[in-house]
């Protein structure tokens, strides 16, 4: 296993020699045919002064700023009811193109679960994937019922967001990057030995302590303590990272950072927490059912390895209720919302190495 930084935190990753903690190239200098050790520093923006350079680096599988309008993606290929490529330098990112996602409360009057996604295969699976975007959330709104995705799968696969089931380990897995009414987030994770939350210990026994009567599989959550809340109107800087584990093992792995700040980390042996039902606590927590905190045991989460990574979801999925619900959670707290859910995208890139938001 080879070393990767994530927002200045080492965490294992699997992939080429181009990941590992050294990187070396050739240099004009010194003796004739003589190199020197260049020291790799974690991420794609700190080897490159531009970002127009980074995206050219081999390690990167797809890549977009919006600046061509559409066509990088598989779909859509142009505007949608929810999806808005537009030009306006003075809030895009970088440039003047950027994505527009809105969705409206009329529009969920009439249609109960609206999801406004682009999607995009990459042009190889991997077992090791980085995604960094920038993301700017207009004004106080409900956050989507869940956010983006990543996949993983065989290439016949094709059952990634399909909820409340257990994917089996020889075809698939995969896990969203959510955000909740605190505007801080999460891992909703899916793979094929997630806990249940029908008994305390995560299995579906009927008559195991804290039976719930049903057995229910919906997404494991990861939500790390202590975060800070993101500033709406305001772009900020999201890079995750995903490594599957070695057939047989559970070192699998999960990160995610802000603003090239870790805040997640999910590995073999670390965080220490306490699994209730089907969420993990990091550093414990304070129910009757809760037991001490123990190290994450990682992520066992292919039983193949024909199962990569595959393709991400930029999705903004809502559901009439949970809006409505959170709308509500707003307004309690005295704040006006807006009756739209907009969240604007640029600057997207994926890699099998370490990103980094840089400079750019």
């Given at each position: 296993?080879?070393?990767?930084?994530?927002?200045?935190?080492?965490?294992?990753?699997?992939?080429?020699?181009?990941?590992?903690?050294?990187?070396?190239?050739?240099?004009?200098?010194?003796?004739?045919?003589?190199?020197?050790?260049?020291?790799?520093?974690?991420?794609?923006?700190?080897?490159?002064?531009?970002?127009?350079?980074?995206?050219?680096?081999?390690?990167?599988?797809?890549?977009?700023?919006?600046?061509?309008?559409?066509?990088r993606?598989?779909?859509?290929?142009?505007?949608?009811?929810?999806?808005?490529?537009?030009?306006?330098a003075?809030?895009?990112?970088?440039?003047?193109?950027?994505?527009?996602?809105?969705?409206?409360?009329?529009?969920?009057?009439?249609q109960?679960?609206?999801?406004?996604?682009?999607?995009?295969?990459?042009?190889?699976?991997?077992?090791?994937?980085?995604?960094?975007?920038?993301?700017?959330?207009?004004?106080?709104?409900?956050?989507?019922?869940?956010?983006?995705?990543?996949?993983?799968?065989?290439?016949?696969?094709?059952?990634?967001?399909?909820?409340?089931?257990?994917?089996?380990?020889?075809?698939?897995?995969?896990?969203?990057?959510?955000?909740?009414?605190?505007?801080?987030?999460?891992?909703?994770?899916?793979?094929?030995?997630?806990?249940s939350?029908?008994?305390?210990?995560?299995?579906?026994?009927?008559?195991?302590?804290?039976?719930?009567?049903?057995?229910?599989?919906?997404?494991?959550?990861?939500q790390?303590?202590?975060?800070?809340p993101?500033?709406?109107?305001?772009?900020?800087?999201?890079?995750?990272?995903?490594?599957?584990?070695?057939?047989?093992?559970?070192?699998?792995?999960?990160?995610?950072?802000?603003?090239?700040?870790?805040?997640?980390?999910?590995?073999?042996?670390?965080?220490?927490?306490?699994?209730?039902?089907?969420?993990?606590?990091?550093?414990?927590?304070?129910?009757?059912?809760?037991?001490?905190?123990?190290?994450?045991?990682?992520?066992?989460?292919?039983?193949?390895?024909?199962?990569?990574?595959?393709?991400?979801?930029?999705?903004?999925?809502?559901?009439?209720?949970?809006t409505?619900?959170?709308?509500?959670?707003?307004?309690?707290?005295?704040?006006?919302?807006?009756?739209?859910?907009?969240?604007?995208?640029?600057?997207?890139?994926?890699?099998?190495?370490?990103?980094?938001?840089?400079?750019?």
């Amino acid at each position: 296993m080879s070393v990767c930084i994530l927002g200045g935190l080492v965490v294992g990753c699997s992939g080429s020699s181009n990941s590992a903690s050294n990187h070396s190239e050739s240099s004009g200098g010194a003796g004739a045919g003589g190199t020197t050790a260049t020291p790799y520093k974690g991420s794609l923006s700190d080897r490159y002064s531009d970002e127009a350079s980074l995206v050219k680096d081999p390690s990167v599988l797809f890549h977009d700023d919006f600046e061509q309008g559409w066509g990088r993606w598989e779909d859509p290929a142009k505007n949608t009811q929810y999806l808005f490529i537009e030009n306006a330098a003075g809030l895009a990112h970088g440039g003047s193109g950027y994505l527009r996602s809105t969705v409206t409360e009329a529009e969920l009057a009439v249609q109960q679960y609206i999801s406004s996604s682009p999607r995009v295969s990459f042009p190889k699976p991997v077992d090791t994937i980085y995604w960094r975007f920038y993301a700017r959330f207009k004004g106080i709104a409900p956050t989507p019922h869940h956010w983006v995705r990543m996949s993983a799968g065989t290439p016949a696969y094709s059952s990634s967001g399909l909820a409340n089931t257990v994917p089996p380990g020889d075809q698939g897995f995969w896990f969203d990057f959510d955000a909740n009414i605190d505007d801080v987030f999460n891992f909703y994770v899916y793979w094929y030995k997630m806990r249940s939350g029908r008994c305390n210990d995560g299995s579906a026994t009927p008559g195991c302590t804290g039976d719930q009567g049903t057995t229910y599989y919906y997404g494991n959550g990861f939500q790390p303590p202590l975060q800070q809340p993101i500033v709406r109107d305001t772009w900020f800087c999201i890079e995750i990272m995903g490594k599957a584990n070695g057939v047989g093992t559970s070192d699998g792995a999960l990160a995610f950072a802000i603003n090239d700040k870790t805040v997640g980390d999910y590995r073999r042996g670390y965080p220490d927490g306490t699994w209730l039902r089907d969420s993990f606590h990091t550093g414990g927590c304070t129910f009757s059912a809760c037991t001490p905190p123990t190290p994450f045991e990682g992520f066992d989460f292919r039983s193949s390895a024909e199962v990569q990574f595959k393709g991400i979801f930029l999705d903004a999925y809502y559901e009439r209720g949970t809006t409505a619900s959170r709308r509500a959670e707003l307004e309690a707290k005295g704040l006006t919302v807006l009756s739209e859910q907009t969240i604007y995208y640029d600057d997207i890139v994926v890699a099998t190495e370490p990103i980094g938001c840089g400079k750019f």
